[in-house]
């Protein structure tokens, strides 16, 4: 599945959260990511956020589709990272 995943997390929590959508997904812009993931590698993601996060505070969202084909992704400006050179 395709997802794009944004989240808000205080200050002390950023840096980890980071890192946690760093090992599954592509980092598009701040505290934005997408990317192919398996649902069993969502869940995974899912669980290890809310070990991070203050429920009270943060906050995670999670957009999902079957595939990237089903959206239409436009960039105005410079993109952090382009995914277009991958196999």
């Known amino acids: 599945m395709f997802?794009?995943?944004v989240y808000d997390m205080?200050?002390?929590?950023?840096?980890?959260?980071?890192?946690?959508?760093r090992r599954?997904?592509?980092w598009i812009q701040?505290?934005?990511?997408?990317?192919?993931i398996t649902e069993l590698n969502?869940?995974?993601?899912?669980?290890e956020a809310e070990q991070i996060?203050?429920?009270?505070?943060?906050?995670?969202i999670i957009f999902s589709s079957?595939?990237?084909?089903?959206?239409?992704k436009q960039i105005i400006g410079q993109e952090?990272?382009?995914t277009d050179i991958f196999l």
């Open 3 to 5: 997802v794009i995943l």
């Open 10 to 21: 205080g200050e002390k929590r950023v840096a980890k959260m980071l890192k946690l959508c």
């Open 24 to 26: 599954y997904l592509n």
């Open 30 to 36: 701040n505290s934005v990511f997408e990317g192919e």
């Open 42 to 47: 969502l869940k995974k993601l899912k669980q």
């Open 53 to 60: 996060m203050d429920k009270n505070h943060d906050s995670l």
């Open 66 to 72: 079957r595939t990237d084909k089903w959206m239409y």
């Open 80 to 82: 952090r990272k382009s």
